[in-house]
């Protein structure tokens, strides 16, 4: 958690310059993006949920948030997918990104109850995608650019009642059939949430 918020914050003053994979740890960090392609067709994946949700369909989740839990409702918008071209661009060693696009999830977070949040909010990092049944591989500082998503860092005194879109980019093949965003609170053991959209 506080390795990928120290990431965020390092990439967002030189998003629109150069965007990087980063990697966050090691061993077997789901958050690790050290081989993106291997990381989409071996990482471990959460288990899947009954059944899938519709796009902008919410569901309730409960998430620490520093020293209180808050309710929120979750609700996934859509998917934007970028070109390869557009990929290699984000990434520092555009080779890395052969055969792979950027895919940005779009999901917006109702604060339902609990304190106002004191500091950046965890919530979104609960947020994953999948292509073809494989989690993808995450690309830190390439969401805060894009058009409809709000920069976590300058969400600190969310209060009851507001909403918010966070997205979370990742690196999926490009030649995916489906795409999934899963989203459940990180380290939860609870099955995921589900919305699946067409890879278009």
């Not at 629109?16 to 291997?38: I, N, R, W, Y």
């Not at 620490?64 to 290699?88: I, P």
């Not at 990742?170 to 899963?182: D, G, T």
Request: net charge negative; proline share 6%; hydrophobic share 40%.
């Amino acid at each position: 958690m506080l390795c990928k918020k120290t990431g965020l914050r390092l990439a967002a003053p030189v998003a629109v310059l150069a965007l990087a994979l980063t990697a966050c740890g090691g061993g077997d960090d789901k958050k690790s993006e050290e081989k993106p392609k291997a990381d989409a067709a071996n990482s471990q994946e959460k288990p899947k949920a009954p059944s899938a949700l519709s796009a902008g369909e919410s569901t309730t989740g409960k998430v620490k948030e520093g020293d209180v839990t808050v309710t929120y409702d979750v609700a996934a918008q859509k998917v934007d997918l970028g070109t390869e071209a557009e990929t290699k661009k984000l990434v520092s060693d555009p080779k890395r990104a052969k055969g792979l696009v950027a895919a940005t999830a779009h999901v917006k977070y109702t604060h339902k109850a609990g304190a106002p949040l004191a500091e950046v909010p965890d919530v979104g990092d609960g947020a994953e995608i999948y292509a073809d049944g494989a989690r993808g591989g995450l690309l830190i500082g390439a969401s805060e650019d894009a058009a409809g998503c709000e920069d976590e860092l300058e969400l600190e005194g969310w209060k009851k009642g507001e909403s918010h879109v966070i997205c979370q980019t990742y690196l999926v093949p490009v030649n995916a059939k489906e795409l999934e965003v899963r989203w459940a609170p990180e380290d939860s053991e609870a099955e995921p949430a589900v919305w699946k959209f067409p890879a278009k």
